[in-house]
C-alpha cells in the first residue's frame, strides 16, 4: 500500500532521522529467513516505549499495516510485511535494563540479541534456558513473538517456560504490563503466555521480564550412532521414558549425519543415524546420569555409544548440528523446513511416515532436530521445479501425519505465512473462533501483521 499523506509526517515527528522511506533501505527489511520478501513504505527504529505507543496511536488512526521486526530470522514468513506499510525495527531497543540474581530475573528491550544476553548472564552464575541455533544474531522480542527454543527445551522449557512479564502496546494503542516479578502467580488472566507466540499480531512487546536458571556445575554428553532412523527413534522414547532428564536429545538422520560428519570429521561417527544427549548438573551426579542415558541408548540398532572426554570433541559434535541448516541450502535452493511436534512415543511412526511420503512423492527429505521434545526439522528438499510440485504435495501430507500421531504443526518457528493456510487442520472451528475474537479485541482494526498465523 501507499501510506496516507499525513502518515510520513506524523512518523518524522515521532522518530525524526530513525525512520526511513528510501525504498532501496526500506527493501532491507522487507525479507526473513523464509526468502520471502514483500517492500514496506517505511521503517522506524524506536528506541524507547513511548516511541512504540505514538507508533501504533499513528497507525491505527491511518489504517495503516504495521509489522514488528528482530533480525529477520523467522523461517516462516512472520516479519515480511505482505502489505507494505511500516516495519518497526526494535534493533536499537537493545539494552539490557536490570539483571536481579537474587530474584532470578533479568529486564530486558526486545532488540537484546539472545547471545549478548547469555554472555552478561554468565558473569552472574545464570543462563535464560531457550537457545535457538540462531542465538548470536537472533534477538529476544523474536524468539518471544515465535515462542522459539532450542536444544534446552526438552529440560528447561521454551520462552512460555521462562519469562515472567511483558510491557507491550496493543494494536488498539493501549499499553499495558502483565505478568510478575516473581516466580510464582495466581492473579487474573495469564496474557504473558498469550502474547508469546502470537507473532506480533496482537501487541508489540517493548519490555520482557525473564526467568532466569542457575548454569550447572559440569555437562556430560553422549553420542549414539544407530544402524537406522528406527532404531534411533526407538532410542529416544526409551531414553525419555527413564526418570533423567536430558538438557539436550538431538536426532540426526542419515543424510544429517553425513553432512555432519563433512563439517567435523571423525568427531560425528558413522551410521544410519545419531542421537547427541547432553546431561547437566553436579559433577559427581553426572556419572550416574550418563549411566543412566547409556543404559536406555542400547537397544536394537545401536552401533557405538561414546562419552566425549574432551571439550574440543563436545565443540565439534555441536559446531556440526548447528551447521546443518544452513548446509542443507547446498542441496536444495528451494529448501522448505518445518519444525513439526509429536509426542515422544510416536516419534517412530512419525519417522516411518516420512520415509513413505518420501518414496511416493520422489522428494528427499532430510530431518533432524530437538527430539527430545518429539521436535523435529523436517526438511523437504526439491530439487528442480517439477520436484518443487511434488514437494508440496508432500508437505500436506507430513502435516496430515503430525495431527494423526496427536502432535501439532510447529514447535519453535511459528505459524506465519508458511502454515497459516494449515493451522485449521491442527485446531478446531471453535478456538480458531475465540482466537479471532481476541485479535480483535486487542487490534480492532487488524494493523498488526496482517495475513500472518490465522488463516
Same mark, same amino acid.
Given at each position: 500500500?501507499?501510506?496516507?499523506?499525513?502518515?510520513?509526517?506524523?512518523?518524522?515527528?515521532?522518530?525524526?532521522?530513525?525512520?526511513?522511506?528510501?525504498?532501496?533501505?526500506?527493501?532491507?527489511?522487507?525479507?526473513?529467513?523464509?526468502?520471502?520478501?514483500?517492500?514496506?513504505?517505511?521503517?522506524?527504529?524506536?528506541?524507547?516505549?513511548?516511541?512504540?505507543?505514538?507508533?501504533?496511536?499513528?497507525?491505527?488512526?491511518?489504517?495503516?499495516?504495521?509489522?514488528?521486526?528482530?533480525?529477520?530470522?523467522?523461517?516462516?514468513?512472520?516479519?515480511?510485511?505482505?502489505?507494505?506499510?511500516?516495519?518497526?525495527?526494535?534493533?536499537?531497543?537493545?539494552?539490557?535494563?536490570?539483571?536481579?540474581?537474587?530474584?532470578?530475573?533479568?529486564?530486558?528491550?526486545?532488540?537484546?540479541?539472545?547471545?549478548?544476553?547469555?554472555?552478561?548472564?554468565?558473569?552472574?552464575?545464570?543462563?535464560?534456558?531457550?537457545?535457538?541455533?540462531?542465538?548470536?544474531?537472533?534477538?529476544?522480542?523474536?524468539?518471544?513473538?515465535?515462542?522459539?527454543?532450542?536444544?534446552?527445551?526438552?529440560?528447561?522449557?521454551?520462552?512460555?517456560?521462562?519469562?515472567?512479564?511483558?510491557?507491550?502496546?496493543?494494536?488498539?494503542?493501549?499499553?499495558?504490563?502483565?505478568?510478575?516479578?516473581?516466580?510464582?502467580?495466581?492473579?487474573?488472566?495469564?496474557?504473558?503466555?498469550?502474547?508469546?507466540?502470537?507473532?506480533?499480531?496482537?501487541?508489540?512487546?517493548?519490555?520482557?521480564?525473564?526467568?532466569?536458571?542457575?548454569?550447572?556445575?559440569?555437562?556430560?554428553?553422549?553420542?549414539?550412532?544407530?544402524?537406522?532412523?528406527?532404531?534411533?527413534?526407538?532410542?529416544?522414547?526409551?531414553?525419555?521414558?527413564?526418570?533423567?532428564?536430558?538438557?539436550?536429545?538431538?536426532?540426526? =538422520?542419515? /543424510? +544429517? !549425519?553425513?553432512? #555432519? &560428519?563433512?563439517?567435523?570429521?571423525? %568427531?560425528?561417527?558413522?551410521?544410519? *543415524?545419531?542421537? @547427541?544427549?547432553?546431561?547437566?548438573?553436579?559433577?559427581?551426579?553426572?556419572?550416574?546420569?550418563?549411566?543412566?542415558?547409556?543404559?536406555?541408548?542400547?537397544?536394537?540398532?545401536?552401533?557405538?555409544?561414546?562419552?566425549?572426554?574432551?571439550?574440543? =570433541?563436545? /565443540? +565439534? !559434535?555441536?559446531? #556440526? &548440528?548447528?551447521?546443518?541448516?544452513? %548446509?542443507?541450502?547446498?542441496?536444495? *535452493?528451494?529448501? @522448505?523446513?518445518?519444525?513439526?511436534?509429536?509426542?515422544?512415543?510416536?516419534?517412530?511412526?512419525?519417522?516411518?511416515?516420512?520415509?513413505?511420503?518420501?518414496?511416493?512423492?520422489?522428494?528427499?527429505?532430510?530431518?533432524?532436530?530437538?527430539?527430545?521434545?518429539?521436535?523435529?526439522?523436517?526438511?523437504?528438499?526439491?530439487?528442480?521445479?517439477?520436484?518443487?510440485?511434488?514437494?508440496? *504435495?508432500?508437505?500436506?501430507?507430513?502435516?496430515?501425519?503430525?495431527?494423526?500421531?496427536?502432535?501439532?504443526?510447529?514447535?519453535?518457528?511459528?505459524?506465519?505465512?508458511?502454515?497459516?493456510?494449515?493451522?485449521?487442520?491442527?485446531?478446531?472451528?471453535?478456538?480458531?473462533?475465540?482466537?479471532?475474537?481476541?485479535?480483535?479485541?486487542?487490534?480492532?482494526?487488524?494493523?498488526?501483521?496482517?495475513?500472518?498465523?490465522?488463516?
Amino acid at each position: 500500500m501507499t501510506l496516507p499523506a499525513s502518515l510520513p509526517a506524523t512518523l518524522r515527528s515521532i522518530f525524526g532521522a530513525a525512520l526511513t522511506t528510501d525504498p532501496a533501505e526500506c527493501l532491507a527489511y522487507g525479507y526473513d529467513n523464509s526468502r520471502r520478501q514483500a517492500p514496506p513504505d517505511a521503517v522506524v527504529f524506536p528506541t524507547a516505549h513511548e516511541q512504540v505507543v505514538a507508533l501504533v496511536r499513528a497507525c491505527r488512526a491511518a489504517r495503516a499495516p504495521l509489522v514488528a521486526r528482530g533480525r529477520g530470522t523467522n523461517t516462516t514468513g512472520a516479519t515480511v510485511p505482505v502489505r507494505g506499510g511500516v516495519v518497526v525495527s526494535f534493533e536499537r531497543m537493545n539494552r539490557i535494563l536490570r539483571i536481579a540474581p537474587d530474584d532470578r530475573y533479568a529486564v530486558v528491550e526486545p532488540g537484546v540479541l539472545n547471545g549478548e544476553l547469555q554472555s552478561a548472564l554468565a558473569a552472574h552464575g545464570f543462563f535464560w534456558p531457550p537457545d535457538p541455533t540462531s542465538s548470536p544474531y537472533c534477538t529476544i522480542g523474536g524468539n518471544l513473538a515465535c515462542n522459539a527454543a532450542g536444544p534446552r527445551a526438552v529440560k528447561y522449557g521454551s520462552c512460555r517456560e521462562n519469562t515472567l512479564g511483558l510491557r507491550a502496546v496493543a494494536g488498539s494503542g493501549a499499553e499495558f504490563r502483565c505478568g510478575v516479578y516473581t516466580t510464582k502467580g495466581a492473579a487474573g488472566y495469564d496474557l504473558t503466555r498469550l502474547l508469546i507466540g502470537a507473532e506480533g499480531t496482537l501487541a508489540l512487546i517493548t519490555e520482557a521480564t525473564l526467568k532466569l536458571a542457575p548454569r550447572p556445575a559440569a555437562t556430560r554428553t553422549l553420542d549414539a550412532s544407530y544402524r537406522d532412523v528406527a532404531a534411533a527413534a526407538a532410542a529416544v522414547a526409551r531414553i525419555m521414558a527413564q526418570p533423567v532428564i536430558p538438557c539436550a536429545l538431538e536426532f540426526l =538422520d542419515g /543424510a +544429517s !549425519l553425513t553432512l #555432519a &560428519r563433512a563439517h567435523a570429521g571423525a %568427531a560425528v561417527p558413522e551410521g544410519g *543415524a545419531l542421537l @547427541i544427549v547432553e546431561v547437566d548438573g553436579d559433577a559427581d551426579e553426572l556419572p550416574r546420569a550418563a549411566a543412566a542415558i547409556a543404559g536406555a541408548a542400547r537397544g536394537d540398532g545401536l552401533l557405538e555409544l561414546r562419552i566425549a572426554e574432551r571439550a574440543d =570433541d563436545v /565443540a +565439534s !559434535l555441536w559446531a #556440526a &548440528r548447528r551447521a546443518l541448516s544452513p %548446509a542443507l541450502r547446498t542441496l536444495s *535452493a528451494h529448501k @522448505i523446513n518445518e519444525d513439526v511436534v509429536v509426542p515422544v512415543s510416536r516419534l517412530p511412526a512419525l519417522i516411518v511416515a516420512l520415509g513413505d511420503i518420501a518414496a511416493r512423492h520422489g522428494v528427499p527429505i532430510v530431518s533432524f532436530g530437538h527430539a527430545g521434545n518429539g521436535n523435529l526439522h523436517v526438511n523437504l528438499l526439491p530439487r528442480d521445479d517439477t520436484e518443487l510440485t511434488r514437494a508440496h *504435495a508432500a508437505l500436506a501430507e507430513v502435516f496430515a501425519a503430525v495431527i494423526r500421531l496427536d502432535g501439532t504443526l510447529s514447535g519453535e518457528h511459528g505459524i506465519g505465512l508458511a502454515k497459516r493456510d494449515f493451522l485449521s487442520r491442527a485446531l478446531d472451528s471453535s478456538a480458531l473462533a475465540l482466537m479471532r475474537q481476541i485479535k480483535r479485541e486487542f487490534d480492532p482494526d487488524g494493523i498488526l501483521n496482517p495475513e500472518k498465523l490465522l488463516p
